[in-house]
């Protein structure tokens, strides 16, 4: 049973960074895409980030692009969001997620996949 668990939040002022992490029990065939959502409170989640673990092309929202960078570490199975530039829209509840392979256009649909990590709460204050 493959988990997925995040770590890495916190409260920060707009302007500052953070890193969150989601550690992966094991990489599998089930985990070709995997992806950062977050979910804001009485908001839908949506998708902010996505990597194909195998290629590592890298997908982000706009509402983020430039801002925030998805990487993986495979030797230490981590996943990482690295997150500048933080305003106050991002405060959310942050989850990792894994799926199969899905062609592009799918990558930040969070309906999509099927392994989720616990979440991080990220909070950020003007």
């Known amino acids: 049973q493959v988990q997925l668990v995040e770590s890495g939040g916190g409260s920060v002022q707009a302007g500052g960074s953070l890193r969150l992490s989601c550690a992966v029990s094991?990489?599998?065939?089930?985990?070709?895409?995997m992806g950062w959502f977050r979910q804001a409170p009485g908001k839908e989640r949506e998708g902010v980030a996505a990597?194909?673990?195998?290629?590592?092309?890298?997908y982000y929202a706009d509402s983020v692009k430039g801002r925030f960078t998805i990487s993986q570490d495979k030797a230490k199975n981590t996943l990482y969001l690295q997150m500048d530039a933080l305003n106050t829209d991002d405060t959310a509840m942050y989850y990792c997620?894994?799926?199969?392979?899905?062609?592009?256009?799918?990558?930040?649909?969070?309906?999509?996949?099927?392994?989720w990590g616990q979440g991080t709460q990220v909070t950020v204050s003007s």
């Open positions: 997620a894994a799926a199969p392979w899905m062609t592009e256009r799918l990558l930040l649909l969070y309906s999509q996949y099927h392994i």
């Open positions: 990597i194909y673990t195998q290629g590592g092309s890298t």
């Open positions: 094991r990489y599998s065939s089930s985990m070709d895409s």
